[in-house]
């Protein structure tokens, strides 16, 4: 709500349309188009926040031009941490692959413990036994790259091998370097992106740093809009 009283919808990119008929619209940019190819296109009038500087590159240049960051950690951090636990398994996550386009598992990740989030199929079914899991995991494979189970994967000390489909091989890597800390994209990458993962978690600690400043930007922007 505005000090007139007016409402502000937040709404995600997924909605594309101002479905509520808001007179005030903050768009916040959450992730990829669920597509091979094609971006978000917003009214001008819509006021616009991407989770990341990443998500810039699936707007429009007209929106990006204008849209603010707005970084607000998902992740329980006292939780996803590294306890030096034996690590014996390998993980799997396939997650949002298969909305973008024809999607087959690859034979070598079959064998291996899958990390699900379908409801009601969800495995493990607790944070808890979730972290437990990276915590005594040697990588997780996953087939979604744009997912929060691999930051907390990287927290817990556990790399993360990207499996990339066409609409990621394609897609211009623009996020910021801290980002990428912990990734490769097959085994032979695997020590260096384990050697990073102390790196990656000084990084994304120093990016939830910068949230209250751009929370009290959001507030402005939003109390500005009439």
Not at 140 to 151: F, V
Request: aromatic share 12%; charged share 30%; hydrophobic share 35%.
């Amino acid at each position: 709500m505005i000090d007139n009283g007016e409402m502000v919808a937040i709404l995600p990119e997924v909605l594309e349309s101002n479905v509520q008929r808001a007179k005030h619209v903050a768009r916040w940019i959450l992730g990829a188009p669920v597509t091979v190819k094609g971006d978000y296109k917003f009214p001008m009038n819509e006021m616009m926040f991407v989770y990341q500087d990443y998500f810039r590159q699936f707007i429009s240049p007209q929106n990006a031009a204008v849209a603010h960051e707005l970084f607000i950690n998902p992740v329980e951090m006292d939780l996803f941490k590294d306890e030096g636990l034996p690590r014996t398994e390998k993980l799997c996550y396939i997650g949002k692959a298969p909305l973008f386009g024809k999607f087959e598992e690859k034979d070598f990740t079959k064998h291996m413990t899958h990390i699900t989030r379908d409801f009601p199929m969800y495995y493990p079914k607790t944070r808890w036994e979730l972290s437990d899991l990276m915590k005594r995991a040697k990588a997780l494979y996953t087939y979604d790259s744009n997912t929060a189970i691999s930051i907390e994967a990287r927290l817990s000390g556990c790399p993360v091998v990207i499996i990339e489909d066409e609409r990621q091989k394609t897609s211009p890597k623009k996020d910021k370097p801290g980002f990428r800390l912990g990734f490769c994209y097959d085994d032979k990458g695997i020590d260096r992106a384990r050697s990073e993962l102390g790196d990656f978690r000084k990084f994304y600690e120093s990016e939830i740093a910068k949230t209250k400043g751009q929370l009290w930007n959001f507030v402005k922007v939003t109390q500005n809009a009439v």
